[in-house]
């Protein structure tokens, strides 16, 4: 199974990409964000005719999170759990062939400090609290998407220039280091751990022709998910496209043969639900 992340930056404006970049890499599933449509303007008879079930969650103008499959897709959940007052389209999740699937748009937070740096960690916060319990789930999970987190100075061609932006303060990268620590695999770095692998370019300065990225899209992969990761990669080619996305596709290929098995429960016990149950 080949599992993708992609910022696509407008649905609308993108389309053509997005299409193309289906049509070429094939993958078996696919994580949108900034949509930037409402869920009406979603193109579903498109990505229906591309070969592929969607299920989404949009917004005017901005944010919109979606996945994409071969297989129909069961949804989750629509929402981040933990503030009952945000009504931002950053968060949803879905079984996908046994994959539970979770596609994220974390907040950008600037300018810091600030409001919206102050809702960014906020909402990392409440990310690490829903995620605690799905990394020992007894199925697997992957957490797909957008995190605006530059996780070190490894992961951006030159931290001098973006020492004031939300995507590398200390809190920004404490928060993700503390998800990680739950017991998530980070595909890229764990099969690249010496390579520089940026996933965004952003349209200022040719930042693009001088590759001058930073890497903040991620694939993190649970412990019963971690040992079927075969290979990780960036679909770079798309970001050369014209009229692209600043972000450019990240996948991982994943063999789900070598999946962990799940530990039988205890006798007295009682198995915790399919990810289709939860809600």
């Given at each position: 199974?080949?599992?993708?992340?992609?910022n696509v930056?407008?649905?609308?404006?993108?389309?053509?990409?997005?299409?193309?970049?289906?049509?070429?890499?094939?993958?078996?599933?696919?994580?949108?964000?900034?949509?930037?449509?409402?869920?009406?303007?979603?193109?579903?008879?498109?990505?229906?005719?591309?070969?592929?079930?969607?299920?989404?969650?949009?917004?005017?103008?901005?944010?919109?999170?979606?996945?994409?499959?071969?297989?129909?897709?069961?949804?989750?959940?629509?929402?981040?759990?933990?503030?009952?007052?945000?009504?931002?389209?950053?968060?949803?999740?879905?079984?996908?062939?046994?994959?539970?699937?979770?596609?994220?748009?974390?907040?950008?937070?600037?300018?810091?400090?600030?409001?919206?740096?102050?809702?960014?960690?906020?909402?990392?916060?409440?990310?690490?609290?829903?995620?605690?319990?799905?990394?020992?789930?007894?199925?697997?999970?992957?957490?797909?998407?957008d995190y605006?987190?530059?996780?070190?100075?490894?992961?951006?061609?030159?931290?001098?220039?973006?020492?004031?932006?939300?995507?590398?303060?200390?809190?920004?990268?404490?928060?993700?280091?503390?998800?990680?620590?739950?017991?998530?695999?980070?595909?890229?770095?764990?099969?690249?751990?010496?390579?520089?692998?940026?996933?965004?370019?952003?349209?200022?300065?040719?930042?693009?022709?001088?590759?001058?990225?930073?890497?903040?899209?991620?694939?993190?992969?649970?412990?019963?998910?971690?040992?079927?990761?075969?290979?990780?990669?960036?679909?770079?080619?798309?970001?050369?496209?014209?009229?692209?996305?600043?972000?450019?596709?990240?996948?991982?290929?994943?063999?789900?043969?070598?999946?962990?098995?799940?530990?039988?429960?205890?006798?007295?016990?009682?198995?915790?639900?399919?990810?289709?149950?939860?809600?």
């Amino acid at each position: 199974m080949k599992i993708a992340t992609f910022n696509v930056n407008g649905i609308k404006t993108r389309l053509p990409n997005l299409l193309e970049w289906l049509a070429r890499e094939q993958p078996d599933v696919a994580c949108l964000q900034e949509l930037k449509a409402l869920d009406e303007g979603f193109p579903a008879a498109e990505i229906r005719d591309a070969g592929y079930h969607a299920v989404w969650k949009g917004q005017r103008s901005w944010n919109g999170v979606a996945i994409l499959s071969k297989d129909e897709p069961i949804v989750v959940r629509r929402e981040l759990p933990g503030d009952p007052s945000d009504d931002h389209s950053r968060w949803i999740e879905a079984a996908v062939n046994g994959v539970h699937v979770c596609c994220l748009y974390l907040p950008n937070g600037n300018p810091q400090p600030g409001p919206k740096f102050d809702y960014k960690l906020k909402w990392f916060e409440r990310l690490i609290e829903h995620t605690h319990p799905l990394v020992d789930s007894d199925h697997p999970v992957v957490i797909a998407g957008d995190y605006n987190v530059v996780p070190t100075d490894f992961d951006i061609y030159n931290p001098r220039s973006w020492l004031k932006d939300a995507l590398l303060q200390p809190e920004t990268r404490e928060c993700y280091a503390r998800l990680l620590s739950q017991g998530w695999v980070d595909a890229i770095r764990k099969l690249h751990p010496e390579e520089a692998i940026f996933t965004f370019w952003d349209y200022f300065r040719k930042h693009w022709e001088r590759n001058a990225g930073l890497r903040i899209d991620h694939l993190l992969l649970n412990r019963r998910l971690a040992p079927a990761l075969k290979a990780a990669g960036v679909d770079t080619w798309v970001r050369g496209q014209p009229h692209a996305s600043d972000h450019a596709p990240t996948w991982v290929q994943l063999d789900l043969k070598k999946v962990k098995a799940a530990t039988p429960p205890r006798r007295g016990t009682r198995p915790r639900p399919a990810p289709s149950a939860r809600r």
